[in-house]
């Protein structure tokens, strides 16, 4: 059901985008409006690890193939599965048990991160969340980009078989 998987990757990428808007003005007061040459050039170092590591790797190539057959694999049939398809894109729900247990792990993990990183007094606060503010934009371009892709390849190439996770 395309309008499911379509509204699961587009609510994964609101998830996305909110804590983007949260993270930009912090990594901008503490890398550009407080500029200093250690941190900024640290940023710019961590900016590049994260682009690779989170956005690349983490986003790119493992997360958004697995959401994206997450999201096609919604049939439609159960409205609760439609209704909490974000979360389904996410991993969190209505997966195999290795999925989930994974996607929960990294939910527990990230927000156990982000209350570490509150912790950091400005500028180094930014610079960390500079890097979180590449990746996670570098995985929301990817999310959307891969959703296109998908829309716009015939049925047939368009579809892959549901996976694991990764």
Same mark, same amino acid.
Request: a positive charge; glycine letters at 12%.
């Given at each position: 059901?395309? @309008?499911?998987?379509?509204? *699961? +990757?587009?609510?994964? &990428? ?7 808007? $949260?993270? %930009? #003005? ?16 640290? @940023?710019?170092?961590?900016? *590049? +690890?994260?682009?690779? &590591? ?7 190539? $493992?997360? %958004? #193939? ?22 389904? +894109? ?11 247990? $994974? ?64």
């Amino acid at each position: 059901m395309r @309008a499911a998987a379509i509204w *699961g +990757v587009l609510g994964m &990428a609101a998830m996305l985008a909110e804590a983007l808007g $949260r993270l %930009v #003005p912090l990594a901008w007061e503490g890398v550009v409006v407080q500029f200093a040459p250690l941190p900024f050039a640290v @940023a710019v170092v961590w900016c *590049g +690890v994260m682009a690779w &590591a989170e956005g690349y790797r983490g986003f790119q190539q $493992r997360f %958004v #193939p697995a959401a994206l057959d997450r999201a096609f694999a919604i049939d439609g049939r159960s409205k609760v599965e439609v209704v909490l398809a974000p979360l389904k +894109v996410l991993g969190v729900l209505g997966t195999e048990p290795r999925v989930k247990r $994974r996607a929960w792990i990294m939910v527990v993990g990230i927000t156990a991160l982000v209350l570490a990183v509150k912790q950091l007094p400005q500028p180094w606060r930014g610079v960390v969340d500079s890097g979180v503010v590449v990746g996670l934009g570098w995985g929301t371009a990817a999310l959307l980009a891969g959703l296109v892709r998908r829309l716009m390849l015939p049925e047939s190439l368009g579809r892959r078989p549901p996976s694991s996770g990764r």
